[in-house]
């Protein structure tokens, strides 16, 4: 019998230690959920809401000024058959392309030869940034100044040596929008580059130079598999923030001459203020979704190291 | 061998030992080394020049710019285009616009984001992975495509053209959760458990012990949030109406849309929104290159 008591008040005992575990488990996660609250309400309100809800809304029309009509599959039918959507799609994607290529080349080009020189140095790398400072809109005012077929700093140098200027914008629009992110992007990624290149372990290439790899094979075999990791990341930023290509355009071109450089943000704000028809920006916007997407995943899979998941 | 040089040495200088061939590489290596020099000039030349170019126009009347043979510097200085943004333009407006927005994200994104961070980090709760996951999932997320829902709920709401509605949809970003959590993972876990024997509340936790350590994160975090406020322009471009309520950038832009461009004037725009930016990269340099960074390092 005492037994049975000394089991029963143990197990009584156990019950309730149990009992207030389990009330201060519940205390400590209220507290952490009370520290996400505010980051959550507003994360799902201004970021989670929107993206969920703009597919559903290309299938209206209105909403702004007129009343909000369902539509059905209109939108996207006019999307399919819209010359200037399916040039703002190229666009986008050349521009991207161009754009991309050009600065790995010229910034990674910068980064290795920044590596190279100890002296002066820091003078050189915070010149080279300081374009990146200019927000979009002002580097694209900076950038009339440069192309302007009148005053620009292009067209006073070839007149210097006696060539005649081309009219950027007028004849060469797109690749005059792609050089401008040359222009100002170049800075980011020499310097992005160059922190990987210098975390590099020097130990690999002393190695690699006593084994009598020269300066080529060094790069092809060490330097780039080595640099991987911020290559990828350099690569999907670079896609991301360049598929919604929006500042340069609106200020420089406004997506013309024609719809030259028409890109899909551009379309989608242009949807909305100017030909009124949000719906079909929303339409617009979830293609641009989607693309975005579909390529910076795609640039995962092709890109993750390989040799990692071999060796786990 | 000596290993001074280790540091300042490219990463593909070929090793080697004894004074004698170091200066014989050197010696060697010196053409090469002018050819990088050279093109890292050239390279920053183009960087800086039309900066300058712009400054220059900026203190010039714009007939001036037109004048053949162009003259590149006049002097004395013409501050007409300085006088007519503020007084012609409502540049002040636009500044204090910009000001008042960028500072209040700045701020309000500190606090929201170490707090989450902190959680993320130190703290044990159901759907920790998920959320996180998800959290960063939206990094990839374009804000164009959101624009026009973000835009209609505005409306609905009645902010449109509207501090709120310039301030509350940026909240959402949730890349500094992201860098404090990194962060705070990355202190040492000790502190915070003896606090929390002792007694502490995990809100004292977070005050006294974990947010003094996170003050470089914290840095950096201030200037991703000051960029990317400063630099914005589709958001403000399209949730605000009237002249009242728009910011450096948007207004700046519509200084090209006038009816006769007024290139003194733009140039003079564009120079005075960036001040704030240079001044604070020269402050601060060291923060706005790990803030670019940010991320290339943690992948």
């Not at chain 1, 754009?99 to 100890?118: E, H």
């Not at chain 1, 690569?235 to 355009?249: A, E, M, P, R, Y």
């Not at chain 1, 916007?285 to 997407?293: D, I, K, N, P, R």
């Not at chain 2, 929104?273 to 001044?279: R, Y």
């Amino acid at each position: 019998m005492t037994a049975g008591t000394d089991a029963g008040l143990r197990g009584a005992a156990a019950a309730e230690r149990r009992r207030l575990a389990r009330r201060s488990r519940w205390r400590r996660y209220r507290v952490a959920y009370a520290f996400l609250a505010p980051a959550l309400v507003l994360w799902a309100l201004f970021l989670l809401v929107p993206v969920v809800s703009v597919g559903g809304l290309t299938f209206f029309e209105g909403g702004f000024l007129q009343e909000r009509t369902f539509v059905g599959l209109r939108n996207w039918a006019g999307v399919l058959g819209d010359t200037v959507a399916r040039s703002a799609l190229t666009n986008t994607i050349a521009y991207t392309v161009a754009a991309i290529a050009l600065v790995f080349l010229v910034g990674g080009g910068l980064a290795l030869l920044l590596a190279r020189a100890a002296r002066g140095g820091a003078l050189l790398r915070t010149l080279l940034y300081l374009p990146v400072l200019a927000p979009m809109v002002v580097a694209s005012l900076i950038w009339l100044f440069v192309l302007h077929p009148d005053f620009g700093i292009v067209a006073l140098a070839l007149q210097a040596v006696g060539v005649t200027p081309v009219n950027w914008l007028g004849d060469h629009a797109l690749a005059a929008i792609v050089l401008l992110e040359v222009w100002r992007g170049t800075g980011f990624y020499a310097v992005l580059f160059l922190a990987g290149l210098l975390s590099l372990p020097k130990e690999l290439y002393q190695a690699a130079a006593l084994d009598g790899a020269g300066r080529w094979r060094r790069f092809v075999h060490l330097t780039l598999p080595l640099m991987r990791p911020t290559l990828l990341f350099a690569l999907v930023f670079g896609t991301i923030s360049n598929l919604q290509i929006f500042d340069s355009v609106y200020v420089l071109t406004g997506g013309g001459p024609g719809t030259d450089t028409a890109t899909i943000a551009w379309y989608i704000q242009q949807s909305i203020f100017t030909f009124n028809k949000p719906g079909y920006g929303a339409t617009l916007s979830f293609l641009l979704l989607v693309v975005t997407l579909v390529l910076s995943l795609a640039q995962f899979r092709l890109l993750r190291d390989r040799r990692r998941r071999r060796m786990r | 061998m000596a290993r001074s040089g280790l540091l300042t040495r490219a990463p593909d200088a070929p090793a080697g030992g004894g004074r004698v061939a170091r200066r014989d590489r050197r010696r060697a290596r010196w053409p090469a080394l002018a050819l990088v020099y050279a093109v890292l000039t050239v390279s920053c030349l183009a960087a800086v020049i039309p900066f300058m170019y712009v400054v220059a126009a900026a203190f010039k009347d714009s007939a001036a710019l037109f004048s053949y043979p162009p003259e590149l510097v006049t002097w004395p200085p013409y501050l007409g285009n300085f006088t007519a943004l503020v007084t012609e333009h409502p540049f002040g407006r636009w500044l204090l616009n910009t000001v008042v927005v960028t500072l209040t994200i700045t701020v309000a994104k500190l606090l929201i984001d170490s707090l989450a961070g902190y959680a993320f980090a130190k703290l044990d709760f159901p759907g920790r992975e998920p959320l996180f996951v998800a959290l960063i999932a939206t990094l990839m997320v374009p804000f164009a495509a959101i624009m026009m829902p973000l835009l209609q709920m505005m409306q609905g709401a009645g902010l449109v053209d509207t501090y709120w509605a310039l301030i509350l949809p940026p909240l959402a970003n949730p890349i500094g959760i992201f860098l404090m959590r990194q962060f705070i993972e990355g202190l040492p876990g000790d502190l915070d458990n003896a606090a929390r024997m002792d007694g502490c509340s995990e809100l004292a936790i977070f005050r006294h012990v974990v947010l003094p350590l996170t003050k470089p994160a914290l840095t950096v975090l201030a200037v991703l949030h000051l960029l990317n406020q400063w630099n914005s322009f589709l958001w403000p471009l399209v949730v605000t109406r009237s002249q009242d309520m728009q910011v450096l950038t948007v207004g700046i832009a519509s200084l090209k849309g006038l009816l006769r461009a007024d290139w003194g004037l733009i140039a003079a725009g564009a120079l005075l929104s960036m001040v704030p930016l240079v001044v604070l990269f020269v402050l601060f340099q060291r923060y706005f290159v790990a803030a670019s960074l940010f991320g290339a390092v943690k992948e």
